[in-house]
C-alpha cells in the first residue's frame, strides 16, 4: 500500500480540466511544502512535472499546475490535450523515513 | 545535457544477486548538489524506491530492502551501482537510476531496463 492516496484514474474531454488529488499526512504533505509530481508515458521513465508543490520545471507546460490543502496536493491540467494522456505519480517528504514517498498513481485517459 | 543509462543483465536467477550500473554524462556524480538514486517498478504497478547515494558516500535505504541493498559510486568511470543480493521473483521490475536535488524531487531519469527474475 502506498503511503500517498491518488485515485486509480480520471478522465476528461480535450479543453477541459482535471485535478488529481494526492492525500497524505501531517508526517508528509501536511507538514512541508515538497510535494513533486511526475508524467509517465506507456514504456517510458517518469518526467518531473511539478516541485516543490506548485514549482514548474523549465520547458513544462503552464497548463500544468500544483497546489496543496493541508495533508492533500493537487495536480491541475488546464486545456486539456490528447498528449497529456498518461499516468501521474506524486511524490513527498516524508519525516517518517530517509526517503520520501510515492503516490500509487494515477491514469489519466483524455476522452 | 544531463543523460542516464542503465545497464545490467536482463535475467538473474532466484536467489542470485542483481548488479545494476547507471552511467551518467553531462554531469559530475561528485557533484555535492545532487544525489544518485535507484527506483524500480514492477509491470502495471507503481514507483518505489530502491535507494539512494549522495556525493559524499552516504546512503539511504528503503527499510524493506536495506538488509539485500548496496549502492556505490565509483567517480572514475562517473558510475553508480546498484546490488540487491537473494533476489526473487518479486523483485522482477523496470529499475531506473535518476539523479536528485534536495528540495526532493527527481530531475533525470535513465531511460529503465528491465529485469526478470526466474529460472
Known amino acids: 500500500q502506498s503511503a500517498l492516496t491518488q485515485p486509480a484514474s480520471v478522465s476528461g474531454s480535450p479543453g477541459q480540466s482535471i485535478t488529481i488529488s494526492c492525500t497524505g499526512t501531517t508526517s508528509d504533505i501536511g507538514s512541508y511544502n515538497y510535494v513533486s509530481w511526475y508524467q509517465q508515458y506507456p514504456g517510458k521513465a517518469p518526467k518531473l512535472m511539478i516541485y516543490?508543490?506548485?514549482n514548474r520545471p523549465s520547458g513544462v507546460s503552464n497548463r500544468f499546475s500544483g497546489s496543496k490543502s493541508g495533508n492533500t496536493a493537487s495536480l491541475t491540467i488546464s486545456g486539456l490535450q490528447a498528449e497529456d494522456e498518461a499516468d501521474y505519480y506524486c511524490?513527498?517528504?516524508?519525516?517518517?523515513?530517509?526517503?520520501?514517498?510515492f503516490g500509487g498513481g494515477t491514469k489519466l485517459t483524455v476522452l | 545535457q544531463v543523460q542516464l543509462q542503465e545497464s545490467g543483465p536482463g535475467l538473474v536467477k532466484p536467489s542470485q544477486t542483481l548488479s545494476l550500473t547507471c552511467t551518467v554524462s553531462g554531469d559530475s556524480i561528485s557533484n555535492g548538489n545532487y544525489y544518485w538514486g535507484w527506483i524500480r517498478q514492477p509491470a502495471g504497478k507503481g514507483l518505489e524506491w530502491i535507494g539512494r547515494?549522495?556525493?559524499?558516500?552516504?546512503?539511504n535505504y528503503n527499510p524493506s530492502l536495506k538488509s539485500r541493498v548496496t549502492i556505490s559510486l565509483d567517480t572514475s568511470k562517473n558510475q553508480f551501482s546498484l546490488n540487491l543480493t537473494s533476489v526473487t521473483a518479486a523483485d522482477t521490475a523496470v529499475y531506473y537510476c535518476?539523479?536528485?536535488?534536495?528540495?526532493?524531487?527527481?530531475?533525470?531519469w535513465g531511460q529503465g531496463t528491465l529485469v526478470t527474475v526466474s529460472s
Open positions: 535518476a539523479r536528485g536535488l534536495f528540495t526532493p524531487r527527481l530531475d533525470y
Open positions: 511524490s513527498s517528504y516524508t519525516s517518517s523515513s530517509t526517503l520520501e514517498v
Open positions: 516543490d508543490v506548485s
Open positions: 547515494i549522495y556525493s559524499s558516500g552516504g546512503t
